[in-house]
């Protein structure tokens, strides 16, 4: 396909970045720490980190992962905790130490823990103690044999810390009552890697960084293999799209969405620690009058989220009186950003909201808008640097000018592989091609579209829900005889789950069928909408026809 988007690309935006300029993550964390030492780092709850003090604390806990726990380089370690100071200490602990990091949603249920801590084989876990009950349920049935539990206050201080862990433990009674034949404390830990030596692994860009878990149309997760080049790549083609942007040690980013998540991982605490800028962490993003009174302290000049958090900020009492003044951009990304919201955003900020386009195989970034555009044009926009884009045919043949087909990418950001799963890997790789699962067209500016996705994929608040997870998990109750689930429009979060079932026993009710997928689902994956029929679609051969369902929605 010719490359249409060049002639669209604006002209401070180089065509290619140098992706070989620095070997690994953990030269950028150093190079960083030492040239805005004493800036401001990340700030959570009042308290803040100066990139020296971020740089002293992974360093602590890289030693104690190595001296003590005797990580080794390409160990897996886990990281099951919300936005808090702790998360970028073990973040870059953990890759310092040469370990791969394995990001958990700390709202898994004990099944979805137990599949990806055995699928990883992860020996080391980090966990916040308000869901270590989930990991006491599964833990011997893993191969984890070293955990580390950390409490929401601990990096707040003394005084601070003690009471915020005093209310969230006793007060609001946050943290279910667990009981671990041996775990560490993570102030310990620091405490005790303080007087340990640090040993700087070598590192270079085919050696692992993470395995991000995404879903699949198997409905099994699986870890996408992103290597320290894929992820150095992604960050020096974000950063050559915002450097005209952007100025070097002088920003604000708020991180609202979840540093577990490829897109809040990538964009906000990677690629802002590598412009020296200060990262307000917010720990529950879902409390909007919390949040828009924590954003009334600061002034923010970039904010990163999904649609559903911009439009729940411009329906917060009191957002738009906030000093907008200072604020430069908001990025979308995980979900499509809806025309309404982008052009409230845009009227209420005076800045402009910009939809992106990625996915966990590519580390995530993909295609961004340009800050030229003008107003909103339902695009996902061009591709960042150094990053090839094809549409193609079922047959894999590239579609002609404004038809439709499935998206290819091609670019240092795309994933090594899906961990053990070679032929998961064969089936979405083209060669050097990866082939993404949405249906997208190009318009003759260059511009691409989203139009439908290939796969069953449900979309729910800029999470990956799989209709065969769910289907499983509800026929795994004894009165359900058949079930197929699809994603259905939501104002609020895009999507939500809907499931059509068909009953083995008549007394079955929809309240049994929320209940049974409390217990063994993410909340984002429970279904929110339950019909019953007497029977599925299906094809000739017994298939069930989730189009046809999702049609008739």
Known sequence: MEKLWLNSYPSDIPAEVDIEHYPSLVDIVEQSAKKYANSQAYISMGKGLTYTEVETLSRHFASYLQNHLGVQKGDKVAIMMPNCLQYPIALFGCLRAGAVVVNVNPLYTARELKHQLNDSGTETIIIIENFAHTLEKIIGETPVQNIITTELGDMLGTVKGFIVNTVVRYVKKMVPAFKFDHSEDFKRALA?????????????????????????????????MLSHGNMVGNLQQVSAWLDPILEYNKEFIVTALPLYHIFALTANALTFFKYGATNLLITNPRDMPGFVKELSKYQPTILTGVNTLFNGLLNAKGFDELDFSKF??????????????????????????????????????????????????????????????????????????????????????????????????AEVMDGEWFSTGDMATVDEQGFFYIVDRKKDMILVSGFNVYPNEVEEVIAMHDKVLEVAAVGVADER?????????????????????????????????????????????????????????????
């Open 192 to 224: 005790i890697g303080s007087s340990l030596p640090y040993q700087r692994p070598e590192l270079n860009h085919d050696d692992l960084a993470f395995l991000q878990y995404t879903g699949g149309t198997t409905g099994v997760a699986k870890g996408a």
């Open 328 to 425: 430069k951009v908001s990025l979308g990304g995980g979900m499509a950003v809806q025309r309404p919201v982008a052009e409230r955003w845009q009227q209420v900020t005076k800045s402009p909201l910009l939809e992106a386009y990625g996915l966990t195989e590519c580390c995530p970034a993909v295609t961004i808008n340009p800050m030229e555009l003008d107003g909103y044009n339902g695009s996902i926009g061009l591709p960042i640097p150094s990053t090839e884009l094809r549409i193609v045919d079922d047959a894999g043949q590239e579609v002609a000018l404004g038809e439709h087909g499935e998206l290819q990418v091609k670019g240092p950001q795309v994933m090594k592989g899906y961990y053990n799963r070679p032929e998961a890997t």
């Open 493 to 553: 979060c895009g999507e939500v789950v809907k499931v059509f079932i068909v009953k083995k026993d008549e007394s079955l009710t929809a309240d049994e069928i929320k209940a049974h997928s409390k217990e063994n689902l993410t909340a984002y994956k429970v279904p929110k909408l339950i019909e019953f029929k007497e029977d599925l679609p299906k094809t000739n051969v017994g298939k069930i026809l989730r189009r046809e369902l999702r049609e008739a929605s």
